[in-house]
Each structure stands twice: as C-alpha cells, then as structure tokens.
C-alpha cells in the first residue's frame, strides 16, 4: 500500500526521540494483487465481497476544487 509506506517515511524522516508516532493504513490488500501476488508467490484468495468489484465498470465524476460543491455533491 503506497500511501502506508508514504506515511511510514515521514514518521521515520520526522522521527524524534522524545515523541510516539502513529500511522494508519486504511487499504485493502487486494486493491494491489499484482504485487501482492509477486511478493507472496502465491494468489491470495479474495473476500466475497470483493470478487465481483474487477468487472464491473470504473465511475468518476470531476468537480472544481471548491468545499460546498463538494459538500452538496456528497449529501446529493
């Protein structure tokens, strides 16, 4: 998961003796089979509820950058 290892860097980068850090990977593993299936040498088995989401169609909607218009599409 890159934005783990994103966030584990910055801990090690800021890393000060005096403080605790924490980081949260919120990823799912199989977001990133190629690679898993790489590392592992094996396939991992896929949760139920994630088999059928590889065929079904990508959707995206594009919105300004702006908090209310954001807001109001998410309550929408």
Same mark, same amino acid.
């Given at each position: 998961?890159?934005?783990?290892a994103i966030g584990y860097q910055a801990l090690k980068e800021h890393?000060?003796?005096?403080t605790n850090?924490?980081?949260l990977g919120t990823a799912h593993y199989?977001?990133?089979l190629p690679v898993m299936e790489q590392v592992?040498?094996?396939e991992p088995p896929?949760?139920? /509820? +994630?088999e059928g989401l590889f065929t079904k169609e990508k959707?995206? /909607? +594009?919105?300004?950058?702006?908090?209310a218009l954001l807001k109001s599409f998410?309550?929408?």
């Open positions: 998961d890159p934005h783990s890393d000060r003796t005096d850090g924490i980081f199989c977001k990133f592992l040498e094996s896929l949760p139920p /509820q +994630a959707q995206a /909607q +594009a919105i300004r950058a702006d908090y998410l309550l929408d």
